[in-house]
Nanobody, 124 residues
């Protein structure tokens, strides 16, 4: 089992920045590829970014490319999502997820473990 706890959400003005963190406990963190997803009000869960077990490969949704950056620190069992130039349409609950796969993954059903989410609200 892997337990995931997100933090770092909050209220920010458009154009601002936030950094989300996801702390993992349980089995070896470096065995898991990680992803960030979000769910906006009235919408389904949307892929945001993913990172491989070593951090050598990353993937981003087109809507966040060039603005968001995913990274991980395996020594700290933590994955990060740096969000810059935030827009009101980035408002959502952000979730981190873990999977034992060796690649990067975009689909929610490819992930085995999920955090509870952290709210990000971007005001215009």
């Amino acid at each position: 089992q892997v337990q995931l706890v997100e933090s770092g959400g909050g209220l920010v003005q458009a154009g601002g920045s936030l950094r989300l963190s996801c702390a993992a406990s349980g089995r070896t963190f470096s065995s898991y590829a990680m992803g960030w997803f979000r769910r906006a009000p009235g919408k389904g869960r949307e892929f945001v970014a993913a990172i491989s077990r070593t951090g050598g490969s990353t993937d981003y949704a087109d809507s966040v490319k060039e603005r968001f950056s995913i990274s991980r620190d395996n020594a700290k069992n933590t994955v990060y999502l740096q969000m810059n130039r935030l827009r009101p349409e980035d408002t959502a609950v952000y979730y981190c997820a873990a999977t034992a796969g060796a690649s990067v993954y975009r689909w929610p059903n490819e992930y085995d473990y999920w955090g509870q989410g952290t709210q990000v609200t971007v005001s215009s």
